[in-house]
């Protein structure tokens, strides 16, 4: 029974860093953030279009895993329920078609990374100052949405022993 994990949080709280980590301990599937790779190639001054193609681009990244290597585990990098927030950061409100595709996600666990860890920013970054909200609205969505999900909060380390002991419980549910 394949399980499906979403790292999420507002910019520069180490979703990356910490998804590629739980890939490589639980040996599995890490599905890259696509809206991250997309900016790196066209920038990051994303209207509408561009973020209706990131969202379609992330599932299709999530199939992809999926169909190549049949894991029993899969860590994402995000999902299109980011999506829909930063889509909200850029143009204060969401496509439809966007929140329509991220209400039919379906997901075992979110990891939802606090704010609490300094920004580190880079070229893609652009919502330092609006991290908490970020965090808030991810948290909202989650509950209005009853997806099941843990916030992760204190150093990397502390964020890593944290998922690393959630991901085990939820497997433990499938044995």
């Known amino acids: 029974m394949l399980r499906k994990v979403v790292i999420a949080g ?11 980590r739980l890939a490589s301990h639980f040996g599995t599937v890490f599905v890259e953030e696509y809206g991250r790779l997309y900016c790196e190639k066209f920038g990051n001054e994303c209207d509408a279009f561009d973020l209706c193609h990131i969202a379609a681009g992330q599932l299709l990244l999530e199939e992809q ?5 049949s894991p029993k585990l899969l860590i994402c990098d995000t999902d299109v329920l980011v999506t829909q927030t930063y889509a909200e950061l850029y143009l204060g409100k969401s496509p439809e078609v966007i929140v329509d595709m991220a209400r039919r996600q379906s997901y075992d666990l979110y990891l939802l990374l606090s704010p609490d860890v300094p920004w580190s920013g ?14 808030l609205r991810l948290k909202e969505l989650l509950d209005e949405q009853h997806r099941s999900y843990a916030v992760i909060a204190g150093s990397f380390e502390q964020r890593f022993e944290r998922a690393v ?8 549910e499938t044995v």
Do not use: C, Q, Y
């Not at 880079?122 to 965090?135: G, K, M, S």
């Not at 002991?165 to 433990?172: T, V, Y």
């Open 65 to 69: 895993a999926m169909a190549v290597t």
């Open 10 to 20: 507002p910019e520069s709280t180490g979703k990356t860093t910490l998804a590629r």
């Open 165 to 172: 002991l959630l991901i085990r419980n939820l497997l433990r």
């Open 122 to 135: 880079d070229a893609i970054r652009l919502f330092e100052n609006r991290r908490e909200w970020h965090f």
